[in-house]
């Protein structure tokens, strides 16, 4: 079976099992690179080539070429069918694709499918100020499994800092925590620590402030951190597992 395909729709559910009734655990992006392992009529079951996730999507766009060579910045872009004539559709942050055609304003990316100019970056763009991607899903709804401006979950909001610098970063939390190096000389909070609690993570904005997607507030968020810290292991008591930071 041949492997090596690129999602093209908007974005997709992965699911656990081969059912839209079973546990939705990511999703996938515009052109983001998978390999087949099974499949039927409805269904075929992925390994994703950037983080190794493995999981369920519906049997259809997808490509088994595309030369990515773009990537959209923004939260959210509008797609448009025309240059001027904007759709209800979007592409979501990170998401990448091929230029087959431009105007002055405007990339054409598939049939009747065209982006803003000022929307999108060369595929090779690195952007190291992770505070202001973080703060792009500022009040983004708390979804569980997400990573995209429709709905994000806690380890997708920090993964996706790592993934549009096109850098390794695993996708689940407890693998994060793994794969992060312990700082165990912190004494106090900085800019770029990262908080690590079982099944959560959170990133500081500064000694003071972090940011996180907080099921509890039911969207991404700032809090104090030393409240947070204190907030989560009052309700569901849970103390810090682990500190990082983010090094890029």
Known sequence: M?????????????????????????????GEKFKI????????KIKSSYDNYIGYIKNNKYKSKLKLTHKIFRLKAN??????RK????????????????????????????????????????DKNYIKIFKLFLETKYTWGGKTYDGIDCSALLQLFFYYNNSFYPRDTKD???????????????????????????????????????????KVIIMPIIETINRIQRTVKLKVKKISRIKY
């Open 2 to 30: 041949q492997n090596n395909f690129y999602y093209t729709g908007q974005f997709a559910n992965i699911y656990k099992k081969s059912s839209k009734f079973s546990e939705v655990t990511s999703q996938i992006l515009y």
């Open 37 to 44: 392992l099974s499949k039927n009529k409805n269904w075929i």
């Open 79 to 84: 797609i448009f069918s025309k240059p001027n």
């Open 87 to 126: 759709t209800k559709k979007f592409l979501t942050f990170g998401s990448k694709f091929s230029i087959i055609n431009k105007t002055k304003n405007y990339v054409k990316f598939e049939k009747n499918k065209w982006l803003r100019k000022k929307d999108i970056k060369k595929i090779d763009h690195i």
């Open 176 to 218: 994060q925590i793994r794969y992060s190096n312990k700082n165990t000389k912190i004494k106090l909070f900085k800019k770029g620590d990262i908080i690590f609690w079982k099944g959560h993570v959170a990133i500081c904005l500064n000694s003071k402030q972090l940011i996180h997607a907080y099921g509890p507030e039911k």
